[in-house]
């Protein structure tokens, strides 16, 4: 029988976040060169960055959520909160397990740790050719606001887009 479980995030999960991490964007940026992928995932999911989530997490600003099936990290969340907004910064998913409903539980942790929190808003920001998690938020009541895209890291132009709910 399988167990999953969603547990907040620690340190010992670092290793298997940045695996996930690194798997999901060659998964949806296949188009753009694997180095440059690479040192954009090392610095985003650093052992630092992790840390200092983690750090928020402790300070209440932020829940950082883990969902493990059979004691294996398959997917996390982090998310933040200022004011009356909440931001989701990470969701991923071992492409494995996409489709499963994994993200969709981990997304209703994250909204009720806002709600909890009294935000009216949750944002996040999407690459539109990311078509998986574009897909994913639309599916699950998020609405794009286009005035409020903006570029990614390649400066290619507005390929962010700013989904609200």
Request: net charge neutral.
């Given at each position: 029988?399988?167990?999953l479980i969603f547990r907040n995030a620690k340190e010992s999960d670092f290793s298997r976040i940045q695996e996930i991490a690194m798997e999901?964007?060659?998964f949806s940026?296949?188009?753009l060169p694997k180095e440059k992928l690479t040192k954009l995932v090392n610095k985003y999911y650093s052992d630092k960055r992790l840390k200092d989530s983690l750090e928020k997490v402790s300070a209440g600003t932020d829940t950082f959520i883990a969902a493990q099936l059979n004691k294996k990290l398959?997917?996390?969340c982090h998310v933040t909160f200022e004011g009356k907004n909440g931001e989701i910064l990470k969701l991923y998913i071992d492409t494995n397990?996409?489709?499963k409903g994994i993200g969709k539980q981990l997304l209703i942790r994250c909204e009720r740790f806002l709600r909890?929190?009294?935000c009216k808003t949750c944002f996040t920001f999407v690459n539109m050719h990311k078509k998986t998690g574009l897909h994913f938020y639309l599916r699950n009541g998020f609405k794009h606001i286009k005035e409020k895209d903006r570029e990614d890291e390649f400066k290619n132009g507005k390929v962010?887009?700013?989904l609200e709910k």
């Open positions: 029988m399988q167990e999901g964007w060659l940026y296949n188009y398959i997917g996390f397990y996409i489709g909890a929190k009294n962010l887009w700013y």
